[in-house]
């Protein structure tokens, strides 16, 4: 069954993030080929994988998951990563270990300030996923 984005939050450790918008999350899976001499296809092993992702919303200072955000880039990355969870709904989320790569706040003069962010998993992405049938 389809599930409503409505339904989706993005935490930062304990904290849901306020006012997210939307949130992307990329999952890559690498490749390497291991075809043999005179075969006439390609094939290939999967190798190693990574993750990443970006979000964006509106800004609210008083958010301690912006402001974890914040703090992060602020010190240059230098606190380490930070853990994230990317929900869809109650039962199905993705959960990790992230560095900010990048955040961008903006604004124009009749709409509301943005807050968007880029991060860079590290280590193992750990899915939850509802149980098939149940």
Known sequence: ?????????????????AYIDTWNLTINIGS???SG???DWKEFLPTVRDWSGSGSGSFDPSDPAQ???MD???????????AI???LNAETSFAG???VTSLALGGT?????????????TGALTPTLPVAGA
């Open 72 to 82: 992060m880039v602020g010190a240059g990355g230098s606190m380490g990563s930070m």
């Open 97 to 99: 270990d992230c560095n």
């Open 37 to 39: 001499i005179g075969s």
């Open 67 to 69: 402001k974890a955000m």
């Open 109 to 121: 003069h009749a709409g509301k300030v943005t807050f968007s962010f880029n991060f860079q998993g």
């Open 32 to 34: 390497e080929e291991v």
């Open 85 to 87: 969870e990317l929900a």
């Open 1 to 17: 069954m389809p599930i409503a984005g409505k339904d989706g939050t993005l935490s930062v450790g304990a904290n849901a993030m």
